[in-house]
């Protein structure tokens, strides 16, 4: 195949753990889904039963690659892992509600929630990534895999924050502007991928996650 055809997307943020359901800061802290998260992976996986995949990616914190697993249930496909598609790392912000960084870093929880892309959280067990520097690897990583499979359709599992870059990216948006665009659990996204440039061909797909569909599963 030509190295110039286009490469299809699904990208797919984890589903839901329990701190995203208290709103505690998880970034590299290796989370399992809720029960309502398994859920979510479980008709995710269902949704995308007839998809043709020639590739399942996931990051490789367990919410991710658990999510991803459904997706390859009855699928000839392992899944693939790599530490390049985790969330971005907050440092010593992880670990702690968001209430609780606000009272405990107000400086730099404010340079944080005004959107500064050059702006370093503490250091705790990590060291934290700015912005900008997170940006460029996460788009690294989807453009390095969608490189990997030119004409193929892929299923790359992530973070809210690896789909915002996604996002941004094919939408040439401003780092600094806010992030006024849904990233939701088990969201279905797609995009394509020609000569190295990204673009958004479906958005926030989330009907899969129904109340009515969710209770329905085994």
Do not use: K
Request: charge should be negative; include cysteine; charged fraction near 20%.
């Amino acid at each position: 195949m030509s190295s110039t055809a286009t490469t299809s997307i699904i990208l797919i943020r984890h589903g839901e753990t329990a701190w995203n359901a208290e709103r505690r800061l998880q970034g590299h802290i290796d989370i399992g889904l809720n029960e309502r998260g398994l859920a979510q992976a479980r008709a995710l996986g269902q949704a995308l039963a007839q998809t043709p995949l020639d590739a399942i990616i996931a990051s490789d914190l367990q919410r991710a690659w658990q999510t991803a697993a459904a997706i390859g249930t009855g699928r000839a496909l392992a899944v693939q892992q790599d530490g390049a598609l985790r969330e971005r790392c907050y440092g010593g912000f992880e670990g702690l509600l968001y209430a609780d960084i606000e009272a405990a870093y107000p400086p730099q929880f404010a340079a944080w929630q005004a959107r500064d892309i050059d702006a370093v959280m503490p250091a705790g067990e990590r060291v934290a990534e700015s912005f900008r520097q997170f940006y460029a690897r996460a788009v690294a990583a989807i453009l390095g895999w969608a490189a990997r499979h030119p004409g193929a359709t892929i299923a790359i599992v992530a973070h809210g924050g690896v789909l915002e870059c996604a996002y941004r990216a094919a939408r040439g948006l401003a780092l600094d502007t806010p992030r006024d665009f849904p990233v939701l659990n088990a969201s279905i996204n797609r995009f394509s991928v020609t000569d190295g440039v990204l673009a958004v061909q479906g958005w926030g797909e989330v009907d899969h996650l129904a109340p009515a569909t969710l209770d329905e599963l085994p």
